[in-house]
């Protein structure tokens, strides 16, 4: 069974970068997507990017261009999202997900995250 | 890309049937069959409960159906149970290839 174990609480000043690592335990880890969602305290998912580990390009929410870079290690099986310049809006629990099917299944293209991560608190403040 | 909208809040009561919403764009949601829905208690992180509009992941109740009609996907729970209280999230693939959620609906199991 596919899990996805992230890495610990952080707490940022505003200005500086956060990293979070997801790294995946079973199964098979380049062929399928891991996206980055993130919640604020008592707000709704938001999508920041994703990207597929054989193919290595990420594609991310315009609202995080230049921000956020999502980035994998095939080699640890570990998928990365760094943000910088945070701000308080930052704050948040950060989560990666796998997407429900491998690039290569012959069913297509499948919307759908199947595991998610524990998740990341991420807090922001000076 | 603004999310897609939801009703904040529905109820019913165990045994009822309800009906979410979630209304985009033909660039997201009336663009393809790639809407999704997830089940979030709280505390916990979200749960697959329907992909690609109507497909039912293995293990999640027949309760659960999804539909879709132009730019409004919808998720129906049947028989309701006290269990299903939790928030629900819709989600779209997008005709920029990217995704975008909707802003969250609270079910209240009365």
């Known amino acids: 069974q596919v899990q996805l174990v992230q890495s610990g609480a952080e707490v940022k000043k505003p200005g500086s970068s956060v990293k979070v690592s997801c790294k995946a335990s079973?199964?098979?880890?380049?062929?399928?997507?891991i996206n980055w969602v993130r919640q604020a305290p008592g707000q709704g998912l938001e999508w920041m990017g994703g990207?597929?580990?054989?193919?290595?390009?990420?594609n991310n929410a315009q609202k995080f261009q230049g921000r956020v870079t999502i980035s994998t290690d095939e080699s640890t099986r570990t998928a990365y999202m760094e943000l910088t310049s945070l701000r308080s809006e930052d704050t948040a629990v950060y989560y990666c997900?796998?997407?429900?099917?491998?690039?290569?299944?012959?069913?297509?293209?499948?919307?759908?995250?199947?595991?998610w991560g524990q998740g990341t608190m991420v807090t922001v403040s000076s | 890309q603004s999310a897609l909208t939801q009703p904040a809040s529905v109820s019913g009561s165990p045994g009822q049937s309800i009906t979410i919403s979630c209304t985009g764009t033909s660039s997201d949601v009336g663009a393809y069959n790639h809407v999704s829905w997830y089940q979030q208690h709280p505390g916990k992180a979200p749960k697959l409960m329907i992909s690609?509009?109507?497909n039912r992941p293995s293990g999640v109740s027949n309760r659960f159906s999804g539909s879709k009609s132009g730019n409004t996907a919808s998720l129906t729970i049947s028989g309701l149970q006290v269990e299903d209280e939790a928030d629900y999230y819709c989600?779209?693939?997008?005709?920029?290839?990217?995704?975008?959620f909707g802003g969250g609906t609270k079910l209240t199991v009365l």
């Open positions: 989600s779209s693939y997008t005709t920029s290839s990217t995704r975008v």
């Open positions: 997900a796998r997407e429900a099917r491998s690039y290569y299944d012959s069913r297509g293209f499948s919307d759908g995250f199947d595991i």
């Open positions: 690609d509009v109507s």
């Open positions: 079973g199964g098979t880890f380049s062929n399928y997507g």
């Open positions: 990207i597929i580990p054989i193919f290595g390009t990420a």
